[in-house]
């Protein structure tokens, strides 16, 4: 049975391996008719890229993205989308010493115990160059939104590297570009800067949270009871690679508020229904309410580590590793580009969903 795919009417399925000659995503149930932009496609992989600071695994992959199939003259044609990033920059070799070990909180032990067969060159398929793909589909999914329900804008930013957050009063968002830890708080940027370096040195790796915040999106997608946007949402989001938690709006903190703190009072406004706050996240009863959709993902540390850590062989006896390459001590930092990515694959793909159900909603106030 396949699970290399997601979405409902906007489907995408990835393919490949880190090590592999190239890997890819295959988009199918793309309206036809789009304008499909090469270069904006680049733009969103650029992004995502590794080795573009020393913050990032070192890899050199220019990851340029080929349009092989379901776009002519420039549009789509509504047929499938096979988009492929060849790998140029792999180092296999690095990765001997884990042929027979298993990397203390990576895929390795449970990959080798479901399949009893694992690709070792950077973990294949667990590796998050997979991700890659999804930005390059994710792309796709813009350049629709932007065709289709334009006004929708997708934006994402690291809160949290290892035990130190942002402060939420120092929140300017044309920050988010001009750091290399996609942060809209300047000073803990420079925070993030010493204790990365401290902790890249020591051959160590840290965790992160980030949120991606989608304005503009229309009140009414979404379902009930198993079609919920945050279902889906929720679902994109835990699938990437390393992820371990996910949040929509107050999330966890839900839990401490009472119902008054709680409950986003409603006034009506002159386009329509306003609310006092978004403790909901955008999302109520898993349908949207026009609000900012609101969702944050925690990132655990990079698996491979020049620290040495236990372990076991294939062959059960007790041993010792070291993980040597390229890896990132934050992997975090580019996973920012991969949330949006999925954001706006899961919006699109429930904006068809809503058209093909109900077209235009039904339920007016006022």
């Not at 295959?26 to 590794?50: A, N, S």
């Not at 789509?76 to 042929?99: A, C, E, F, H, W």
């Not at 703190?261 to 309410?289: K, Q, R, V």
Request: proline share 5%; charged share 25%.
């Amino acid at each position: 049975m396949s699970m290399n795919s997601y979405g409902h009417l906007f489907r995408v399925t990835t393919w490949g391996e880190s090590h592999g000659p190239a890997l890819g995503a295959t988009v199918d149930g793309c309206p036809p008719g789009i304008e499909i932009d090469p270069v904006e496609l680049q733009y969103w992989l650029d992004r995502r890229k590794p080795g573009q600071n020393k913050y990032t695994t070192q890899r050199r992959e220019p990851d340029e993205v080929e349009i092989l199939s379901g776009v002519f003259e420039g549009q789509s044609t509504g047929t499938p989308i096979q988009l492929m990033i060849r790998n140029t920059d792999q180092r296999s070799k690095d990765y001997g010493d884990i042929v027979e070990k298993f990397r203390p909180g990576h895929a390795d032990i449970t990959y080798w115990q479901k399949y009893g067969i694992r690709d070792y060159r950077g973990g294949g398929r667990s590796s998050a160059r997979e991700t890659a793909a999804r930005v390059a589909a994710g792309g796709v999914a813009r350049q629709a939104l932007n065709t289709l329900v334009p006004g929708i804008q997708i934006t994402g930013y690291m809160v949290q590297m290892g035990p130190h957050k942002i402060d939420r009063a120092k929140f300017d968002r044309d920050q988010i570009e001009q750091n290399p830890f996609w942060t809209p708080d300047a000073k803990a940027a420079d925070t993030w800067a010493d204790y990365l370096d401290d902790l890249r040195k020591s051959g160590d790796s840290v965790g992160a949270v980030i949120e991606v915040v989608a304005r503009g999106v229309p009140a009414g997608l979404g379902a009930p009871v198993y079609g919920k946007l945050d279902t889906d949402l929720a679902a994109a989001m835990m699938s990437i690679n390393a992820v371990k938690g996910v949040e929509i709006g107050e999330g966890m903190d839900a839990a401490v508020l009472t119902g008054t703190e709680n409950a986003d009072e409603i006034f009506m406004g002159p386009d329509g229904p306003e609310y006092s706050s978004n403790h909901a996240g955008g999302i109520l009863g898993g349908i949207s309410t026009g609000q900012d959709l609101v969702v944050r993902f925690a990132v655990k540390p990079t698996s491979s580590i020049l620290a040495t850590r236990k372990t076991i062989t294939k062959a059960g006896e007790p041993a010792e590793i070291i993980t040597k390459g390229r890896h990132d001590p934050c992997v975090g930092i580019r996973a920012v580009p991969v949330g949006e990515a999925m954001m706006a694959a899961v919006i699109l793909d429930h904006w068809l969903l809503h058209r093909g159900q109900i077209g235009a909603n039904r339920g007016q106030i006022g």
